[in-house]
């Protein structure tokens, strides 16, 4: 984030070691992520991967799977001699964490392999595995020396879920900073990897005109939404155990919201900006049990149609517990404890299998505090909003009053909207590239510490707890297909506020 393409340099040269490589994980996203920084020439000079799974295969065997994979799911044409020179430099390794001489055996295999290929002994580790393989892993790292720093850079991708609740982030996080530095640990979330949510902080700081009026002064309230029209598929057994809150809240949405409402940071720093964050959501109101029910929405979605597809009831899907309290959409109102902010609500909602895909932050801004134009009721006055659109399309746009034409003054609300798209040309990408080259700079604006993380399980813990205590009861439903439940709408209704429509 911090480069302009001119300022692109190669990163020193290292082993990019993929635990998890049979994954799908690696074949949709970071092999393609690979061959993305292949095709742009942003892969260090001397380069290796070192794949890991707990179960064999031939380098051939995996070479030839990856190669499926990046046809299947690369976001650009696929280009055999990039991706055969690749795949060339990729050799297989198998290890479990469970079984520690396999670990020496990976140690081995990397010190010949970067005396073979002068790789100077930097390595980026990838856990590319399900979480619970991520600490046991971490400990054989740390137990073979693997991430000792000599004098070559040793660092660690970890990816989302870190924790399922504030107490066992808080465990993760120990556990790693007694085997390694923080400045080695690279948490991943995907949705910093997007260019409009970088631009979040571009937009607020590298603009005069809107700071002055980001504040409780200007600004009515805010809303965060990530709708999603696909269901939970195939991946229940995860879901079931996880839910909408614990799946984006903490991580997706609260970075949204973060960049959104930090402070601006005294550097632009991977330390001040992360420390900024983390004072955000360190600031977030503490709801008391009753507040917190009253300031929630939980949800699941009921059979219903998308387009052209069925979708049955979450219960029915498979891996999902008949009986499941497990919501598949959320939504909060959460205040921030600070001066900028006070009194301002935040509302965020997140669900499956709505009616749309989309993904935005929605700046309320106060309403003119009356009308001279006589006729027009204050209350009749279209609403300023100031909407960063990340997803389907990537946008800002402004909603405004305008004069219709005409010999009387007659008023509507029109809007300005800016893609990206139409602006600047830049080839498809994942999202994940940004992230790995940073990781191989060493550049960690981009990922989360620790004290973030915690920040962000503790501010959500209330709500965990007050809907365990709950069980069953108010749990709403919504029909696949649909905006959500009635009761999301409630919550923002009973404020004299509403949803920003789909446009
Ligand atoms: C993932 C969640 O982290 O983010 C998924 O586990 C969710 O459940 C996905 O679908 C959403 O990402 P995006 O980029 O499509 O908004």
């Known amino acids: 984030m911090t480069k302009d393409p001119q300022a692109k340099r190669k990163p020193e040269n290292c082993a990019f070691v993929i635990f998890g490589v049979t994954g799908d994980l690696t074949h949709r996203l970071v092999m393609p992520s690979l061959y993305n920084l292949a095709a742009e020439h942003l892969l260090p000079e001397k380069f290796c991967v070192v794949g890991v799974a707990r179960k064999g295969q031939s380098d051939d065997e995996l070479r030839s799977s990856l190669l499926k994979g990046l046809r299947q799911f690369a976001?650009?044409?696929v280009d055999d001699d990039i991706a055969q020179k690749l795949l060339q430099c990729l050799t297989f390794v198998e290890a479990d964490p469970k079984d520690s001489p396999s670990f020496d055996r990976l140690r081995e295999h990397l010190d010949s392999?970067?005396?073979?290929?002068?790789?100077?002994?930097?390595?980026?580790?990838?856990?590319?595995?399900?979480?619970?393989?991520?600490?046991?892993?971490?400990?054989?790292?740390?137990?073979?020396?693997?991430?000792?720093?000599?004098?070559?850079?040793?660092?660690?991708?970890?990816?989302?879920?870190?924790?399922?609740?504030?107490?066992?982030?808080?465990?993760?996080?120990?556990?790693?900073?007694?085997?390694?530095?923080?400045h080695q640990i690279y948490r991943i979330d995907h949705y910093l990897g997007k260019e409009?949510?970088?631009?979040?902080?571009?937009?607020?700081?590298?603009?005069?005109?809107?700071?002055?009026?980001?504040?409780?002064?200007?600004?009515?309230?805010?809303?965060?939404?990530?709708?999603?029209?696909?269901?939970?598929?195939?991946?229940?057994?995860?879901?079931?155990?996880?839910?909408?809150?614990?799946?984006?809240?903490?991580?997706h949405l609260f970075q949204l919201m973060?960049?959104?409402?930090?402070?601006?940071?005294?550097?632009?720093?991977?330390?001040?900006?992360?420390?900024?964050?983390?004072?955000?959501?360190?600031?977030?109101?503490?709801?008391?049990?009753?507040?917190?029910?009253?300031?929630?929405?939980?949800?699941?979605?009921?059979?219903?149609?998308?387009?052209?597809?069925?979708?049955?009831?979450?219960?029915?899907?498979?891996?999902?517990?008949?009986?499941?309290?497990?919501?598949?959409?959320?939504?909060?109102?959460?205040?921030?404890?600070?001066w900028r902010w006070a009194g301002v609500p935040f509302y965020l909602r997140t669900g499956k299998a709505l009616g749309h895909k989309r993904t935005e932050v929605a700046i309320k801004f106060k309403q003119a505090p009356l009308s001279m134009f006589s006729g027009t009721d204050v209350d009749r006055l279209s609403q300023n909003f100031l909407t960063i659109g990340i997803a389907p399309t990537e946008t800002i746009e402004l909603q405004f009053n305008a004069k219709i034409p005409g010999p009387s003054i007659t008023?509507?609300?029109?809007?300005?909207?800016?893609?990206?798209g139409d602006y600047f040309r830049v080839d498809p990408s994942t999202g994940y590239e940004t992230l790995i080259y940073d990781c191989m700079i060493g550049d960690n604006i981009l990922f989360q510490r620790a004290d973030g993380i915690e920040a962000g399980w503790q501010a959500v813990q209330p709500f965990l707890d007050a809907w365990k205590s709950e069980g069953t009861n108010g749990i709403e439903t919504y029909e696949a297909g649909s905006d959500g439940p009635a009761c999301a709408d409630e919550l923002l209704r009973r404020d004299g506020r509403s949803w920003r429509k789909f446009s």
């Open 113 to 182: 392999l970067e005396c073979a290929q002068d790789t100077g002994g930097n390595r980026l580790f990838y856990l590319a595995t399900p979480p619970a393989a991520f600490a046991p892993t971490a400990r054989e790292l740390g137990r073979t020396g693997m991430m000792e720093e000599n004098g070559a850079w040793r660092r660690l991708v970890i990816e989302k879920p870190f924790g399922t609740d504030l107490a066992s982030a808080r465990a993760l996080n120990a556990e790693l900073l007694k085997i390694m530095d923080e």
């Open 196 to 251: 409009t949510v970088q631009n979040i902080l571009v937009l607020r700081f590298a603009n005069g005109m809107f700071e002055p009026i980001w504040n409780r002064n200007h600004i009515d309230h805010i809303q965060i939404t990530v709708e999603e029209k696909l269901g939970v598929g195939h991946r229940g057994g995860f879901y079931d155990a996880t839910g909408a809150l614990r799946d984006m809240v903490p991580n």
């Open 411 to 420: 008023i509507d609300g029109v809007e300005m909207k800016f893609r990206y």
């Open 75 to 77: 976001t650009r044409p």
């Open 258 to 338: 973060s960049l959104v409402a930090m402070e601006p940071p005294a550097r632009f720093d991977a330390h001040s900006v992360r420390s900024e964050k983390a004072d955000v959501l360190t600031s977030i109101q503490q709801p008391s049990r009753e507040e917190a029910l009253k300031n929630s929405v939980r949800a699941q979605y009921l059979a219903g149609r998308i387009g052209d597809e069925e979708i049955t009831d979450y219960r029915k899907t498979e891996d999902v517990k008949p009986g499941s309290t497990t919501e598949t959409f959320v939504a909060l109102k959460l205040m921030i404890d600070n």
